[in-house]
């Protein structure tokens, strides 16, 4: 009989000790987030700059947001090479990628995003939205009428400082 009151105080006390370090563990243990390379094209036409429309897809933080076109660089792959698949891919047009505007590190709930920005130019304007809702040509003064993701927001007071 005693061993029987033993075990099961015993029994109740691992498994308060299991409930608070597991409580410890997820309060003060951080786990390590996903870091992700993108790269974006920023496509001027005159006084206006291409701004696309994300998916309704994926995350509420980013879903259905305004981004400047691009998308993750693969492993053995240049910023410029990612850029012009990605365009590729996502809107079948074939971009020039010039220079590196600005850079931003951004850290989302579930991943961090490092996000580069370049300047590039297209031979002409014809593009298919492969990825996308919508695109819109806006002058930089029109910016802040789109809800766009928090990364994308941060690049474009790091490029227009």
């Known amino acids: 009989m005693k061993w029987k009151v033993f075990s099961t105080i015993f029994l109740q006390k ?7 370090y597991s409580i410890f563990v997820a309060k003060y243990c951080v786990m390590e987030k996903k870091q992700i390379n993108v790269v974006c094209a920023v496509i001027r036409k005159g006084y206006r700059y291409l701004c ?5 897809k994926g995350p509420d933080y980013t879903a ?7 998308g993750k660089v693969k492993p053995n792959e240049s910023d410029h ?9 996502e809107m079948d047009w074939d971009i020039y990628v010039g220079g ?7 850290e989302y709930p579930d991943f961090i995003i490092t996000l580069t920005a370049y300047d590039c130019t297209a031979r002409n304007y014809d593009f298919k939205l492969l990825a ?7 002058k930089r003064a029109e910016f802040d009428s789109l809800e766009w993701t928090a990364a994308d927001k941060e690049l474009i007071k790091e490029v227009w400082k």
């Open 132 to 138: 996308h809702i919508d695109a819109k040509w806006l």
């Open 52 to 56: 696309t429309q994300r998916l309704r």
């Open 100 to 106: 590196q505007l600005g850079s931003i590190t951004y």
């Open 81 to 89: 090479e990612a850029l012009r698949r990605e365009i590729k891919e």
């Open 64 to 70: 259905e947001r305004w981004e400047f076109p691009g």
């Open 14 to 20: 691992i498994l308060e000790y299991w409930f608070i």
